[in-house]
């Protein structure tokens, strides 16, 4: 089955800088990757997904580049602000023998914005 | 915009109780998900439903838990026996497609003394 990897587990950076996380993924034959945000106490919030047949796909200050030959895909945020400080989870779908895709997480990366 | 919703908010129960986790996923959707997070930890996938029926469980999903959808509109998690390693927090996600984005409820924290 899928697993997905991603660093660093934490990150910190000066509010206004860039950021930058990390993620691989093991199956080929994995073809949407989307990107959450968790912020304490509340469930996964979808901030950006890419699918297999794009390279990069941006929205405002967030992008996310894909390299399916590297299996690997990152999330960039510029111009950080305090309320981009959340915990981050890449993630891929599964295709499996089901009818409904599954996602698999990353562990996770937290990231704090420094005023 | 539609959203997920999860009741309760937090549960707590005793070892060796059953427990019914309720989620309303988005109305038009069709693909409905439980997945768990177990503190500090990454969310794991628990089972995958469609068109009434458990479409994939994982490892996790043992004879334990079930799954049901009661009526049109609820989706619901039930523990049967609760162990203290369930103690977590319990999501369910709904998608339109199988292949589509999955929306995630703000979750279920269960404490399992």
């Known amino acids: 089955g899928e697993n997905v990897e991603q660093h660093p587990s934490t990150l910190s950076v000066q509010e206004g800088d860039s950021a930058v996380i990390k993620c691989t993924y093991s199956d080929s034959a994995s073809n949407y990757f989307p990107w959450y945000k968790q912020e304490l106490g509340k469930g996964p919030q979808l901030i950006i997904d890419i699918r297999s047949n794009v390279g990069e796909k941006k929205d405002q200050r967030i992008a996310v580049t894909l390299n399916k030959t590297a299996k690997h895909f990152s999330l960039h945020i510029t111009e950080t602000q305090p309320e981009d400080s959340a915990v981050y989870f890449c993630?891929?779908?599964?295709?499996?023998?089901?009818?409904?895709?599954?996602?698999?997480f990353g562990s996770g990366t937290r990231l704090s914005i420094r005023p | 915009e539609p959203e997920v919703t999860q009741t309760p908010s937090h549960q707590v129960t005793q070892m060796g109780q059953e427990v019914i986790l309720r989620c309303v996923p988005i109305?038009?959707?069709?693909?409905f998900y439980w997945y768990r997070q177990i503190l500090g930890q990454k969310v794991e996938f628990l089972v995958s439903f469609y068109n009434n029926e458990i479409s994939e469980k994982s490892e996790i999903f043992d004879d334990q838990f079930s799954v049901e959808r009661p009526d049109g509109s609820n989706f619901t998690l039930k523990i049967r026996s609760t162990k203290l390693e369930d103690s977590a927090m319990y999501f369910c996600a709904s998608s339109e497609e199988a292949t589509d984005t999955q929306y995630f409820g703000p979750g279920t924290r269960l404490t399992v003394l």
């Open positions: 109305s038009n959707h069709l693909y």
């Open positions: 993630a891929a779908n599964d295709p499996g023998y089901s009818s409904a895709s599954k996602i698999i």
